[in-house]
């Protein structure tokens, strides 16, 4: 079969590098895709949210599936695009209609989710501008820190956590009055601080069955120590270690379960990724956020432990036979550390040339390629997080050796990773 991935970042790349691994793929598609896709797949140089562009490919290739890396596109319909067309209406789509991405694209439906179907998760409450002081009064009622979380998609840095009441005060006037955050932050979600460590878990469901994917830890601030500003991630690792039987236990009684159940309540049609932020406090899970797509980096280290066929999984999916699949994961641990280009999360310099990746050839480590492109026949930074070193190991600590080990053969102008992913473990 033909198979479309929409995206262009590691997320992408490690789909892309999974499924050409299946005996059921003729020809890979990526669209738009990075130069880590390029050696493993077709680019083809159209967004993933220009529906009418995708059309014509998925007709023009005969491709038979489609896979939805990023948030974007699921939150902007394209689902729902491909049913309406009666030419695309028998391509499955991997990944929820716009009725379910909704569950990432607004904070405050998510909030009502778990509130309808017992999930535990923070108080909270929700403001616009036009609520703005009556905000200012309901964080009066909180403890510090204070979380404030744009409503809707800001690329992961809608969420501010804040010691200071009066600071808190101004930068919730400051999302809702002056549009701190665009559109995203018409509404605020105000809630209360939930102190313990933070875990993800990956579901996969066609809707009605699910699988549980391997556990993953991620890391988020640039600095070490998890000091500085917010990333889309430095680094991850997988499985959690503190997630052990019992936790994972509470977790699907409490959270996965009563989640996908609440879909089907709901009449939310849902076929895809369930990616729950958690976070366990004392020994009880809560959830953070939903994702409605597979996290990045987390994607790098839970896909390399999945040993079954991804397109097996993935057509389950789209036949609601997901039950009837088997599914087998690696007992080694895998961790993943992310290059990225100086300067960021804020302004840096793109167009960098990348060298020492035909010097990484040891089989248990793998490149994944996020902010790369290629320009003049080299591999050039196109992106502020730029290519990630996932290995396996015994445990991982073990794994994560392996990894700095082998990014330190990667070069170019101004890199930066951080040197101690997992030090909280």
Known sequence: MNILILGSGGREHTFAWKIAQSTKVNKLFVAPGNAGTNAIATNVAISATDFEAVKKLVLDEGISMVIVGPEDPLVKGVHDFFLQDEELKEVPVIGPEKLGATLEGSKEFAKEFMDRHNIPTAAYKSF???????????????????????????????????????????????????????????????????????????VLTDGKNYK??????????????????????????????????????????????????????????????????????????????????????????VFPRIKSDLVTLLEAVATQTLDEVAFEIDERAATTVMAVSGGYPEAYEKGKVITGEELITAEDVVVFHAGTTIKDGATVTSGGRVIAVTSYGKDFKEALKKSYQNIDKLNFDKMYYRKDIGFDL
């Not at 404030?148 to 600071?167: F, T």
């Not at 009055?177 to 665009?182: L, R």
């Not at 990616?275 to 409605?292: R, T, W």
Request: charge should be negative.
């Open 128 to 202: 616009t501008k036009d609520t703005v002081e009556e905000g200012c009064e309901f964080l009066e009622t909180l403890l510090p820190p204070y979380v404030l979380k744009a409503d809707g998609l800001a690329a992961g840095k809608g969420v501010l956590i804040i010691e200071n009441i009066d600071e808190a005060k101004e930068e919730l006037r400051n999302m809702l009055v002056d549009a701190k955050f665009g559109d995203a932050s018409t509404k605020v979600v105000i809630e209360e601080f939930l102190s313990g460590i933070e875990l993800s878990v990956f």
């Open 212 to 301: 549980i994917l391997p556990t993953a830890k991620d890391y988020k601030r640039i600095g070490e120590g998890d000091a500085g500003l917010n990333t889309g991630g430095m680094g991850a690792v997988s499985p959690v270690p503190f997630a052990d039987d019992e936790f994972m236990k509470k977790i699907e009684d409490r959270i996965v379960k009563p989640t996908v159940d609440g879909l089907q309540k709901d009449n939310i049609p849902y076929k895809g990724f369930v990616f729950i932020g958690l976070i366990k406090v004392a020994n009880d899970p809560y959830v953070i956020e939903y994702n409605v797509r597979m996290g990045d980096p987390e994607t790098e280290v």
